[in-house]
């Protein structure tokens, strides 16, 4: 059974009160003690290399990234990150943070401790250990900043682990999710004001890791935190209900992608209607129409009207355009066939750009789906 000194959720009260400070030192002690690990139960976490024969599926490939020293509280970004990465996305844990992450500060306003909704932003720094953390609406505004054509990201909050296991990692698509560090018991945390009104009770150990497979027993992770693991499914499932059954899935899907642009036929103009020879406006009309103009030699003899492809007074056999062939200016397989008309785009032309996609050196940094 798993040991853990902290009081379940249902017991932890804290009193408003506790929302009063004094100053920014004693607000910074305050997110340290709602933040701290404390005596966390490792031991829930086993090694996933001793995977048997098993009902279910593994999902192989998936980068890991480690939050460890580096992002201490960043597990929502690494998460995000690592699933990102998978699908094709070129994105780093650094860029990620710095430039689409939405952060925001708690501030003390009339001496209570005063913040914004974990769904709106990431409370605190992911570089530090005073980082609270964010829900899964705040990483899906992220993504939706970088995301390219040509891929989907859906928030399945609400689904349950079953069906999220059937529905996208049965087809390779890893998905993140929101639980508890090492699946330990929940308990509440700090609480503070909300911009606006009203308050906000954190629920503390909070953690977002990504789901890659899952068997008979076993829900299988790339966990920031604690490296490639599993953890039971009945465990896995009470902690994910716990934070609310929240989800994202971030995956290559074409049907994203713009449709090609649709080929304007080209409409003849009055001056082309009803002719089957086009008209080029280098060239006078009246000549067009004969297809003689480019047939008058250039040593100015006159064109013979019972044949166009002689001068007047040429004996047969005597050549007329040059070296054997026909006269310079004129089309060898028919005087009348255009060589191109400008209907339709060039090779490729309306085939949207592939998107690019990408590895990178590290996964995606996204936490609990």
Known sequence: ????????????????????????????????????????????????????????????????????????????????????????????????????????????????????????????????????????????????????????????TGRSLFSLCEEFIDKDIPVIIWATRYMNRPYKGMKWMLHGGGEYQWIAREHCLVLTGYDRDYYYFNDPMAGTVKYGRSLTEQRYSAMGMQSLVVYRDLSQLPAPAETVPVTPDAATAGSAIPVDPGVPQDTQETGTADLAPASGVPVNPDDPQKPQGATPGTPTGGEGGPPAGTQSGGGDTPTGTGEGPADGGDTPPAVEGGTGDEPSETGEP
Not at 6 to 20: G, Q
Not at 74 to 102: H, K, N, W
Not at 130 to 155: D, S
């Open 1 to 156: 059974p798993e040991t853990d000194p902290e009081p379940p959720v249902e017991t932890v009260e804290p009193a408003l009160a506790e929302l009063h400070v004094e100053n920014a030192e004693e607000l910074a002690r305050r997110i340290y003690e709602a933040t701290r690990e404390g005596s966390l139960n490792k031991t829930t976490a086993a090694s996933a290399g001793t995977v048997q024969e098993a009902v279910g599926h593994m999902i192989s490939g998936v980068p890991f990234i480690s939050q460890e020293n580096t992002y201490p509280t960043g597990c929502e970004s690494v998460s995000a990150v690592m699933a990102c990465q998978y699908a094709g996305i070129s994105i780093q844990v650094d860029t990620f943070i710095r430039s689409y992450l939405p952060k925001a500060d708690f501030e003390i306003v009339n001496g209570l401790v005063t913040g914004y909704h974990p769904d709106q932003f990431f409370m605190g720094s992911p570089y530090e250990s005073t980082g609270l953390g964010c829900f899964a609406p705040c990483i899906e505004k992220a993504i939706r900043m970088f995301l390219p054509p040509g891929y989907a990201l859906v928030n399945t």
